[in-house]
């Protein structure tokens, strides 16, 4: 969709609300700096989580937790041996400030008192934008998936997930794909809603400000944008 721009939380925060999310263009995410708006979107919805027998089985060995080690999931996910690593330094520094803010979470498997796994990603209205997770245990990754459903459950309220692009791995959970303007209308909707209630309160809830660019504030379109 573009390229350049900043990462300041309202820049942030304005891309995700038009379904547009960044990430380097270079090699392991790299700069120049990029802004996608896949299409086709790879979405989980209300009841299409598939929870297999052996992830039940994973799961009773697993304990999950919200937003007690964002910083520590965050490194997990941008470990540099993992295939197709994309999360820099720049990109880390600019969700932690989003967690301070009380916009970014994680989602957290624990095993033995040990992070074993875990998910991080954006909460903005009805909306989780999913960025990445990770694993050093069996099905951990998968487990955070289901914690982070759970939690979104909680209300009984409509929701949706954004995972950027549906993998073979992510579709055995579920996830599905659709079009971008279907994925447009899913997320005006959703991120007009009142957040779940487990992540009310936070630094934002509170009275915390962020300046919002507007849509395509100082990137430029480039002929082979996504």
């Given at each position: 969709?573009?390229?350049?721009?900043?990462?300041?939380?309202?820049?942030?925060?304005?891309?995700?609300?038009?379904?547009?999310?960044?990430?380097?263009?270079g090699?392991?995410?790299?700069?120049p700096?990029g802004?996608?708006s896949p299409?086709?979107?790879g979405v989980?919805?209300?009841?299409?989580?598939?929870?297999s027998?052996?992830?039940?089985?994973?799961?009773r060995s697993?304990?999950?937790?919200?937003?007690?080690?964002?910083a520590?999931?965050?490194?997990?996910?941008?470990?540099?041996?993992?295939?197709?690593?994309w999360i820099?330094?720049?990109?880390?520094?600019?969700?932690?400030?989003?967690?301070?803010?009380?916009w970014?979470?994680s989602?957290?498997?624990w095993?033995?008192d040990?992070?074993?796994?875990?998910l991080?990603?954006?909460?903005?209205?009805r909306?989780f934008?999913a960025?990445?997770?990770?694993?050093?245990?069996?099905?951990a990754?998968?487990?955070?998936v289901?914690?982070?459903?759970?939690?979104?459950?909680?209300?009984?309220r409509?929701?949706?997930?954004d995972?950027?692009w549906?993998t073979?791995?992510?579709?055995?959970?579920?996830?599905?794909?659709?079009?971008?303007?279907?994925?447009?209308?899913?997320v005006?909707?959703?991120?007009?809603?009142?957040?779940?209630?487990?992540?009310?309160g936070?630094p934002?809830?509170?009275?915390?400000?962020?300046?919002?660019?507007?849509?395509g504030?100082g990137m430029?379109?480039p002929?082979?944008?996504r």
């Amino acid at each position: 969709m573009g390229v350049g721009a900043d990462l300041e939380p309202g820049t942030i925060l304005s891309a995700y609300r038009h379904g547009i999310f960044p990430m380097g263009l270079g090699p392991r995410g790299g700069p120049p700096l990029g802004w996608w708006s896949p299409d086709p979107r790879g979405v989980l919805l209300p009841g299409d989580l598939h929870v297999s027998r052996s992830l039940l089985r994973s799961l009773r060995s697993l304990e999950i937790r919200h937003d007690t080690a964002f910083a520590e999931v965050v490194a997990g996910c941008a470990a540099p041996g993992r295939d197709g690593a994309w999360i820099t330094p720049r990109i880390a520094r600019a969700y932690q400030q989003l967690h301070d803010l009380g916009w970014a979470h994680s989602v957290e498997v624990w095993q033995d008192d040990q992070l074993v796994g875990g998910l991080y990603g954006l909460a903005i209205g009805r909306l989780f934008a999913a960025e990445s997770k990770f694993h050093r245990a069996t099905d951990a990754s998968k487990a955070a998936v289901v914690g982070l459903v759970r939690a979104l459950e909680e209300d009984d309220r409509p929701w949706l997930v954004d995972v950027q692009w549906r993998t073979d791995h992510l579709a055995t959970l579920g996830v599905r794909e659709v079009s971008r303007s279907a994925y447009l209308e899913m997320v005006a909707s959703a991120v007009a809603e009142a957040l779940p209630s487990r992540w009310r309160g936070t630094p934002h809830g509170g009275g915390a400000h962020v300046r919002e660019c507007a849509s395509g504030d100082g990137m430029v379109s480039p002929s082979h944008a996504r």
